[in-house]
């Protein structure tokens, strides 16, 4: 079975600053998706970036970007220009390419912007 | 498009009682997923429908729970005879196809 780790349930970031979130995941397939979702307090969660398995180029949405690691089974979120709006918990996903479309996520990091 | 809307947004009730919490996906959206997530704790799934399919189910739904999206647009979780380990957020997602899962503000159930 598929296992999703955030091994950070928190960390703070000075605003304007770049900080890096952690995620390793453990799986037997091949090609998979990741994920990272935004949940702002008592707001939904909002997708933030998403890596295909198959694609050797990290994603970058914006301040957002992604260092896929394949062979480590690694995953982090790099956001640059930390701003207010970007405190948030985090999650960290995981969804196989076929058969199940479940996606399996971590504990989740919650992220404070310090002014 | 008013994006995934999930009512109630809060409910308290007594063990023992049932529950019934409604999500209204965007309205192309063709799958729906249902998680739950307890404190400090990532969403775990549920169940996912694929128009009025209901395709995919977790372990984590037992008998007491049941879940239909008739009409293949909105779609009801019922539980059962509530229990206090029942008490957590209730999240609705849904997408078009493999496309961008859009999740809703979330039901919070709180058993007593």
């Known amino acids: 079975a598929q296992t999703v780790t955030q091994s950070q349930p928190e960390m703070s970031v000075q605003e304007a600053e770049t900080v890096t979130l952690s995620c390793t995941y453990d799986?037997?397939?091949?090609?998979?998706?990741l994920f990272w979702y935004k949940q702002p307090p008592s707001r939904q969660m909002i997708l933030v970036i998403r890596?295909?398995?198959?694609?050797?180029q990290n994603a970058t949405e914006n301040r957002f970007s992604v260092n896929f690691q394949k062979a480590a089974k690694s995953f982090s979120l790099k956001i640059s220009d930390s701003q207010l709006g970007d405190a948030a918990m985090y999650f960290c996903?995981?969804?196989?390419?076929?058969?199940?479309?479940?996606?399996?996520f971590g504990t989740g990091t919650r992220l404070k912007v310090l002014a | 498009d008013t994006g995934v809307s999930q009512n109630p947004r809060h409910k308290i009730t007594k063990r023992g009682q049932n529950v019934t919490f409604r999500c209204d996906p965007i309205?192309?959206?063709?799958?729906l997923y249902w998680y739950r997530q307890t404190l400090g704790q990532g969403p775990e799934f549920l169940t996912y429908?694929?128009?009025?399919?209901?395709l995919e189910k977790s372990r984590l739904l037992s008998d007491r729970f049941s879940a239909e999206r008739p009409k293949g647009s909105f779609s009801t979780l019922e539980i059962q005879r509530t229990e206090q380990g029942d008490s957590a957020m209730y999240l609705c997602?849904?997408?078009w196809g493999q496309g961008a899962r859009y999740f809703g503000p979330g039901t919070r159930l709180t058993v007593l």
């Open positions: 890596q295909e398995a198959y694609k050797q």
């Open positions: 996903a995981y969804r196989s390419a076929e058969g199940t479309y479940k996606y399996i």
């Open positions: 309205s192309e959206h063709n799958r």
């Open positions: 997602a849904s997408s």
């Open positions: 429908f694929q128009n009025e399919a209901q």
């Open positions: 799986t037997s397939e091949s090609d998979y998706y």
